[in-house]
């Protein structure tokens, strides 16, 4: 391929649908993928939705990819298995009552439903759940989760036959950057002629600013997720839970139970691994996490839990907890859709809308003001975006006010 509208370098949930929304406005996109398509961070993903976030804005966004995210079959032609479970969220803390609290409002606000209910009505939908040290909780029912290999894949082979090109095993290795901005995109096999490049290389995002020019202020930070071996009497119908101070989410899958979480003390990664197969990972993480929910899912602690599957993936985080999403500062041309904070897969189908937006239109039809990368303008200590970074990870059921990314 010689030339371009544009190229997105990454084929995963963010790349997969930035590609398959600007094909759809007619542009001729490349597609450059390091690895096999769609095969790093994003099928490892807990798929989980949240809607109700810090700021309308972004609540409007996530609430928008559900409802893109309903409708994606029936869109794309492509298979997603998509299930509409609700979620649970529970506050063992007056703190984090308040909050809840503040959530409901929020919701309301925006239309999003989401509702106080008690602890036994709790217990109905998800009979698994323990009574003990539980202040409040929510129920938002529009909530869902999908299986996460499906929607990159999906948007690719979606973007394809929109006539995108998909380039596996073809990193991007450099840039032409001319007077105007971006000119082109340098590969093995050859340079791409474009005007217009979208960074989406989800933990190598910061790498490909680099070489761009641009600082990112990203850190990639392991995330991990076990699934159990099935459990008589746990079924699809049970809803997403989620315990705000420890950190911890609950789900059912394939029959058994996933259970996932945000540790204090996460490993923030310097030298990403070529691939994140071969990311070290750490199933005591989960235990510890499990052990502290034991009074809100005794379940965990049964000796006869078998693990089915433990895996992890490297999302990127940021300082403020929000996606960084728009304009790369300083290079014409250059975009950039990173900071997922792990919640990128669930809301990629709307920030990809969003990001063709704005490079078709010169604005997104969804306000992105909170999350366009030009609010990180400036210099960059090392050690206080890690810091700062691993905060907005260890609290991330409270960061930003309660801005609850799966
Ligand atoms: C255990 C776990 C649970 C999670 N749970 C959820 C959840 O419940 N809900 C949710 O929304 N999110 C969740 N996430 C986060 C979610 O996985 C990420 O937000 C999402 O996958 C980010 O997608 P991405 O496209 O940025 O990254 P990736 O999927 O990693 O894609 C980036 C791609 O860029 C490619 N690339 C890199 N450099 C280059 C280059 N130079 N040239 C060409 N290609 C390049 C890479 O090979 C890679 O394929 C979870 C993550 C983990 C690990």
């Known amino acids: 391929m010689q030339s371009a509208d544009v190229v997105v370098v990454g084929s995963g949930a963010f790349g997969a649908s930035a590609a398959y929304h600007l094909a759809r406005r007619g542009l001729r996109v490349a597609v450059l993928e390091r690895a096999a398509l769609a095969s790093q961070t994003s099928p490892r993903a807990a798929g989980l939705t949240s809607q ?38 529970i506050a063992r803390t007056e703190r984090d009552a308040e909050q809840l609290g503040r959530e409901v409002k929020r919701g ?148 058994g139970l996933m259970l996932g979480g945000y540790e204090p003390d996460p490993v923030q990664v310097e030298a990403v691994p070529d691939d994140v ?29 078998r693990v089915a599957e433990h895996r992890g993936g490297l999302p990127t985080l940021t300082m403020d907890d929000r996606y960084l999403v728009g304009p790369l500062p300083g290079v014409a041309g250059a975009w950039v859709m990173s900071g997922c904070c792990v919640g990128g897969l669930s809301v990629s189908p709307a920030l990809g809308e969003a990001i063709a937006g704005w490079i078709v239109d010169g604005a997104p039809a969804l306000d992105c003001a909170d999350i366009a990368p030009a609010r990180f303008a400036g210099a960059i200590d090392e050690a206080d975006l890690r810091e700062r970074c691993r905060h907005a990870y260890a609290t991330h059921y409270r960061a930003s006010g309660g801005d609850a990314a799966p």
Do not use: M
């Open 52 to 89: 109700v976030r810090a700021t309308p804005a972004l609540t409007r966004l996530a609430q928008r990819a559900v409802t893109k995210l309903a409708s994606f079959s029936e869109e794309t032609g492509q298979p997603l298995r998509f299930t509409q479970s609700g979620a649970l969220k």
């Open 108 to 255: 309301a606000a925006v239309g999003v439903p989401i509702e106080l209910v008690s602890v036994a009505e709790a217990r109905r939908r998800l009979p698994i759940l323990g009574e003990r040290g539980i202040v409040a909780v929510t129920w938002s029912p529009t909530d869902c989760n999908v299986e996460p290999s499906e929607l990159p894949l999906g948007y690719c082979r979606a973007a394809e036959k929109l006539g995108a090109a998909l380039l596996p095993h073809t990193p991007a290795t450099g840039f032409e950057l001319g007077p105007r901005g971006v000119e082109g995109v340098r590969t093995p096999r050859g340079t791409i002629a474009t005007g217009a490049v979208v960074d989406a290389a989800g933990a190598w995002a910061r790498l490909v600013a680099g070489a761009l020019g641009a600082p990112l202020p990203v850190v990639p930070t392991r995330h991990q997720l076990l699934i159990t071996e099935p459990i008589a009497g746990v079924t699809p119908e049970f809803p997403i839970a989620r315990v705000i101070d420890a950190n911890v989410y609950v789900r059912h899958e394939r029959g």
């Open 277 to 305: 197969a071969g990311l070290p990972l750490d199933i005591q993480v989960l235990w510890r996490l499990a052990r502290s929910v034991r009074e809100q899912f005794p379940i965990f602690q049964d000796p006869a839990l």
